[in-house]
């Protein structure tokens, strides 16, 4: 699902997409916001366990201003006999030659491609992390640092700056090779550069505990009023002086709402949904106490329920 503003319910609503009618469908009225679509992504599916040998694309990809060729550069490809009489054959050592000037960025495209297909962010994220990777490679400092951490920072900051951000446990989950600590130091050392390029700060935007509410509620299957409370919650929280991370504070106003609907969860499947460790979540709580009431719909629970929260 995503989020479409809806001219009959007249905000932003959740749309639903029948790929086999081409239609986008508002989930709370059912009115048809665009009808036949055009699909534009893959005609085909390519698996792991299949030959690349019998790869069933009819056309190669998008024009990519990041490449030296716009990445239209053609490639002979191999019979349907071994790779080794390819390579020994007349066209294969000619394309051998033939060095791409562009073949370690297109592996780091490849590379962003996996993490953002594993994290399901959007194109815009991937082709702004592609972005500053270019800048970034274009410098040529990246002799002798960790690679896989250079690549999921570009990924980190380019969720920042689409206001999509993900937590650096999300991204070091997807980045092979690159711990939390590394990737700090590489988005550091990311920002550095491209300020010293640039000449001015690089804006991220700011993150706010409500940028990950909706994905954490959705990763631990809340219905939809507790989703709409958690946001209201968080969005008054924002104006207490508590001194918490905005994670840290999304995973506590989760537990809070939790234990006031009947489908409670535990502590460590909040813990585990929103990557928060489950004393940090407490400690968070305990801020958040004494302003239940000023927080808290009214709507979703009253001064009773409230009462039989536990004192922490």
């Given at each position: ?73 053609t490639?002979?490809s ?42 399901g ?11 500053i990777?270019?800048k ?41 090779n ?32 409500a940028d ?7 990763n ?14 968080v ?22 709402i ?8 535990p ?7 929103t990557?928060?460790a ?5 400690n ?29």
């Open positions: 699902m995503a989020d479409t503003f809806c001219r009959d319910c007249n905000k932003q609503t959740e749309v639903v997409f029948d790929h086999a009618a081409g239609d986008t469908i508002c989930s709370e009225c059912g009115l048809v916001l665009e009808a036949h679509s055009i699909d534009e992504t893959s005609e085909w599916r390519t698996f792991a366990n299949e030959s690349n040998d019998n790869d069933p694309v009819r056309v190669g990809g998008p024009y990519n201003p990041l490449l030296t060729d716009g990445g239209l550069s490639v002979i191999k019979p349907n006999g071994s790779s080794g009489e390819f390579l020994n054959s007349s066209l294969g050592k000619w394309q051998g030659r033939g060095a791409n000037p562009d073949r370690n960025l297109i592996q780091a495209f490849k590379s962003i491609a996996i993490m953002s297909d594993r994290l962010l959007v194109t815009t994220i991937k082709d702004r992390a592609n972005e990777y270019k970034v490679e274009d410098q040529k400092p990246l002799k002798g640092r960790n690679l896989d951490a250079i690549l999921a920072a570009c990924l980190y900051i380019a969720c920042r700056q689409e206001n999509k951000p993900r937590t650096v446990k999300e991204i070091c989950s997807v980045a092979n690159a711990t939390k600590k590394e990737i700090g130091r590489a988005k550091e050392f990311i920002v550095k550069l491209l300020e010293g390029e640039m000449g001015q700060s690089v804006e991220m935007g700011a993150i706010h505990a990950y509410m909706r994905r954490f509620c959705s631990l299957g809340m219905t939809n009023q507790e989703v709409k409370a958690a946001q209201e919650v969005l008054k929280s924002e104006e207490l002086d508590i001194r918490r991370s905005p994670i840290s504070i999304a995973a506590a106003v989760i537990h809070i939790t234990m006031l609907s009947n489908d409670k969860k502590l460590k499947d909040i813990s585990v949904a990557r928060v489950e004393g940090t979540i407490k968070s709580y305990k801020d958040l106490y004494p302003h239940l009431s000023k927080i808290i719909p009214s709507w979703f629970a009253k001064e009773e329920d409230l009462k039989h929260l536990p004192n922490p």
